[in-house]
């Protein structure tokens, strides 16, 4: 089955081998959704398709809207999930979509999911103080504070790099510490 590629999409922001097709976009989430186990805000579904140019904000936005509207998926308490509908249409339709644009997508969307589950989990806290920052990182488990550290930056570039740093993987700073401390 072929289904029209006609570029008929807004490209603002789009990257080379992004998508021009609404009808692809539409693909292209509905795909994204039914691949990741866990339900998906929608902000989160639009930033995915947006970190590396796969798509346009503003097309991401309506697609979703209409994929709702027409059944593909549905949301519930702020999350979006894929119906049975959606399942049977990604299943024929997703072939359409190059498989690097599929890929990407999917990966973005779990690495930002993954961002959001240790950011609600473990907290940084910048302060700013009179020559600087300091940035207070908490690794956390079942509500319990496991640790808290407080370190330094000369300016809030630095704050941020640290606070983006650790949460990319807090557990490895948390062993990292606790390792240096009992040797």
Known sequence: MSINNEFDAFTEGIEPGGLRSRTQIKILI????????????????IEALQ???LANYFEVSQ????L????????????????PKGALSVDELSQEIPKSVKETAVADALNLQLLEKRESEN??????TEKGYFVTFR?????ENLMELTVYAADFEQ?????????????????????????
Do not use: R, W
């Open 123 to 128: 907290t940084v806290d910048i302060t700013k």
């Open 68 to 83: 709702i509207d027409n059944g593909n998926l549905s949301t519930a308490d702020g999350l979006v999930y894929i119906t």
């Open 51 to 53: 970190l590396h140019g």
């Open 63 to 66: 697609a979703l809207d209409e």
């Open 159 to 183: 704050a941020e790099q640290l606070k983006h740093n650790f949460l990319k993987n807090p557990s490895h700073v948390y062993s990292t510490v606790v390792t240096s401390l009992y040797v």
């Open 139 to 143: 690794v956390t488990h079942k509500c």
């Open 30 to 45: 509905t795909f994204m959704v039914s691949k990741i186990k866990e339900p998906m805000k929608d902000t989160l579904i």
